[in-house]
């Protein structure tokens, strides 16, 4: 393990719970905003509305005992709650331990058993400003809260025990979880989780950028690729719609929902050319974090579904392996029905600090392996990059030296 969930809520969609963004929870508040974003083209916008609405995503993730888990977000105030405290960022459900945002714009460490304050608060936020917000868990023998300690653009302002160790739940909550007063705004974007096993990303996430990258042109097309109007060429354009808008089993459409193979091939591959780097927006400079395959599959059959492989062909390369979800197959369920009902997310391998061309597009595969008329479907195909963008020489350097670079007649 190491890095399990990368989202910056680029899929533009909040519908489907295997989603790699997440799916929304509450009253109703949150949404997908393009308005205001961090980094990308979208963030998830909370708004409470004037019937004063919880709303907030849920991201699905495990815990195990002896663990410690620690999860970013940027968080983006337009409000602060109106006379009570809100929890904003729980990474382990349950609300045994969590971060909390005051009416006055401050942070708390909160111990959900009292709940009592753990600490003391963050200095005060301001509205319309993004700030980095962390929190590590620490999961016991016993596979129970015990511990956790939350940042603030990467300084600590509480850390300590719980009074009771609980067991956690399988997700983790940003947004607003609870009911703020009405009309209250926040943002969030650029969401990471790790734990601490592994060599890489196995500590605080920092600062990170969340991009994606979509299909743009086909690369290669094996015989019995199509989309769903039976074209074999520039399928592209089927899987790398956002939202992913996939349709039902092989209803014949516009060929713009999902790409299939229907014929008894095997190891037949399709391969999407992807968008550069430095079109989705990773500038010159920046550190590539992690590079995270993503694919939404499905087929019209409930049981002996073909089996799937994701990987990139390049830049980097990236070992196809089976679908992370049904069983390695494009699907187990009992039909294949619209994207929020019938579509299962799953990963490629996620791959840490790659060396990448930025101006050069990856070449993402996938893959149906077995010999069957059985169908194999793909309705979106995606790259999710978290980079660091490069520091200023003359923000990094010591103010000593910064004052020695300024011309001296700008001193007086």
């Known amino acids: ?166 067991s956690p739940g399988s997700s983790a909550f940003v947004g607003w979880v609870g009911t703020p007063g009405a009309n209250r705004t926040l943002f969030a974007d650029d ?61 014949s459409s516009t060929g713009l929902h999902q790409i299939r193979d229907a014929t008894t091939g095997a190891n037949e591959a399709y391969d999407a050319t992807m968008t550069d780097y430095t079109t989705a927006g990773v500038p010159t400079g920046a550190t590539v974090n992690v590079v995270d395959p993503i694919i939404a599959t499905a087929a019209p059959v409930s049981t002996s579904a073909k089996v799937g492989q994701v990987g990139v062909v390049s830049n980097p390369a990236i070992a196809v392996i089976n679908l992370t979800a049904n069983s390695g197959q494009f699907w187990s369920g009992t039909a294949a029905g619209t994207y929020p009902t019938g579509w299962k997310w799953s990963h490629g391998t996620v791959t840490y600090a790659p060396s990448v061309t930025l101006g050069t597009a990856p070449v993402m595969r996938v893959t149906q392996v077995t010999s069957s008329t059985r169908i194999a479907m793909a309705c979106f195909m995606g790259i999710y990059v978290d980079y660091t963008p490069a520091v200023s020489s003359f923000v990094a350097a010591p103010l000593e030296s910064r004052l020695q670079a300024v011309p001296r007649a700008s001193l007086w």
Do not use: H, K
């Open 191 to 251: 969401i990471a989780l790790n734990d601490n096993q592994g060599a890489d990303q196995n500590t605080w996430p920092g600062s990170g950028n969340v991009v994606l990258l979509r299909p743009t042109a086909d690369s290669a097309v094996a015989a019995g690729w199509t989309d769903d109007a039976g074209s074999g060429t520039n399928i592209f354009d089927a899987v790398n719609n956002r939202p992913p808008n996939g349709i039902a089993d092989t209803t």
């Open 1 to 166: 393990m190491a890095r399990l969930v990368t989202a910056g809520f680029e899929l533009n969609e909040a519908t489907n719970a295997s989603s790699p963004d997440g799916a929304v929870q509450g009253g109703g508040g949150a949404t997908i905003s393009s308005g205001t974003f961090r980094s990308g083209a979208f963030a998830l916008q909370c708004a409470s509305g004037a019937g004063n609405l919880s709303g907030y995503f849920q991201f699905l993730a495990t815990f195990a005992a002896s663990r410690t888990y620690f999860f970013r977000a940027y968080l983006n105030f337009s409000q602060f709650p109106a006379s009570t405290s809100i929890r904003v960022l729980d990474p382990t459900g349950f609300a045994w331990l969590y971060v909390q945002v005051t009416s006055s714009g401050t942070l708390q460490l909160i111990d959900g058993n009292g709940p009592t304050q753990i600490g003391s608060d963050s200095a005060a936020l301001n509205t319309g400003t993004w700030y980095r917000l962390e929190m590590s868990t620490v999961i016991n023998g016993s596979t129970q809260i015990a511990s956790g300690d939350a940042r603030l653009d990467g300084v600590s302002f509480a850390s300590g025990n719980i009074s009771t160790p609980q």
